[in-house]
């Protein structure tokens, strides 16, 4: 009877709509019935202590068994829940939730865990073998996302490609990013795009060296300097400019784009954040986080600069004043389906052009700046990447894209900053479509199982000295090359199966370019008396406490750093 009670409340508490909506369906009455005939409100009574029972027996019947059912099973180790919250009010207790996540798999010492919040069962996972069973073996079953107040936001309410649900609209989406923006061929077209940014990059922190700041020269602020490079590269070849405004003529950004740029990073902050509404829908309307606000606000910043250009550009192609496409927001309004309509909607070409931004800004450029900050503690591994740089590309040029298959050192830095320090915790949420058994271990239908990226890449099983900044162990004695991608789910980069990452090729190339460009251009030491760099991670998240100053030496002849 308490597990009856328990369940019914949940169900009340968590969906009281659908409660309401099937009691009236069943009477065929509408609300105002209810409240109009007070006159008739003992048979009211009646027949809604009737329906009452009738839904509480049809739970008893359907969600009450199966979730006996559930509960008998063997779920994943995790903490006792609570009734109805679940283990919600240790997760609002213990901030930042990843590092509750973590710690409490620790303290079970468990690879794999349960923990109940509100309705949903959230499956964290820190070991390669269970990983590639989700991923690999089962990936048919767990290729959808869960529904949370910021992806639906994000997304335009869930019309574009990484947040949505399995389903046709991401089929869709998903193939048309992956066939018609980040193909090969399109790659290649978008090829002197990024090059003109990478060389604007190495123009930006040339000027940055010979300026004095507090008596000290050439000090870099890495963080700034790479997302400025990853943002000028993704304005350049979605928007076709890398300014929003006028820009600087050092090479560096304009106001508008470091909003555009930081506002970017505010938004990745928040999505599948942990909110409780996404565990309580009916919490939603009341924000309790803020986070609705707070995210509303970024998105009406970021709009403000990519709106303007979209409805301009789709005006010139209806006007006949386009013809040829010269970047992604071309391709994307030239789209056409079957008969000859627009693939895509006005909607549809915004949401996706703001989730294309989030995906490129953040990898590449967290992983510089980390590697940076490692390997000017370990000035043997900068030595060996520039001794490598030297020989593949020499002193008279700069690193192009076709140097990077011989580029093995460098593409190990990157790849141990990816092990290492990645940008988020966890994995977007893949939901499981159906019941199955992974292991040992029931997951029940809709479960968000979370790849821990931060314990995968520093389980001490797979990994010797795992908190060490080794990129060596990723080369192979064969001399085979070096890819970012780790199918194996040893870490995590791309991913891998359904869900996997389609901008391997940019991404690679991107992440690259970043490292190379500035590790063969210019030499990096600490700023004057700071013997180290403090590797001490912020507390909320996983990127440098401390954004990354670094001091840049010119090492290559100054006419190449020139536009
Ligand atoms: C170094 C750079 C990048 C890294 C490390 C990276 C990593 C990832 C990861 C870990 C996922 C989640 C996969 C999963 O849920 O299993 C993902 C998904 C995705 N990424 Fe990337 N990514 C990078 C660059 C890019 C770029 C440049 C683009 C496109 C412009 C892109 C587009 C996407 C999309 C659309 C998805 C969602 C796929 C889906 O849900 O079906 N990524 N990426």
Redesign the pocket.
Known sequence: MKELITVTLHVLFTDPFSITKSLLQTMGHTPFFLLSNLQSFWPSLFVIITCFTIVIKTLRSNFIENYSKRQKRNLPPGPKPWPIVGNLPEMLANKPVYKWIHSLMKEMNTEIACIRLGNSYVIPVTCPTIASEF?RKQDATF?S?SLSMSSELLSGGYS?????PFGDR?KK??KI?TND??SPHKHLWLHDKRTEEADNLMFYVYNKCKMVNDGVSGLVNVRSASRLYCGNL?RKITFNTRYFGKGREDGGPGFEDVEHVDTLFDLLNYIYAFSVSDYMPCLRGLDLDGQVKKMKEALRIVKKYHDPIVQQRIKQWNDGLKVDAEDWLDVLISLKDADNNPSLTLEEINAQII???L??V???SN?FEWALAEMINQPELLHRAVEELDSVVGKDRLVQESDIPKLNYVKACAKEA?RLH???PF????VSMSDTMVGNYFIPKGSHVI?S?QELGRNPKVWNEPYKFKPERHIKSDGSDVV?TEPHLKF?????????????M???T??VMLFARLLHGFTWSAPPNVSTINLAESENDILLAQPLLAIAKPRLAPNLYQL
């Open positions: 991923l290729a996302r574009t490609t990484i947040f949505v991401w989406m998903k990013i923006l980040l993704i989730e294309l931004m995906a490129t953040d990898n590449p992983a990816f990645p940008i988020a994995i977007p949420p893949h790849l990226r970012l995590i980069s791309f991913s891998t199966g359904r869900r996997g990452c389609p901008g391997v940019l991404g690679t991107m992440t």
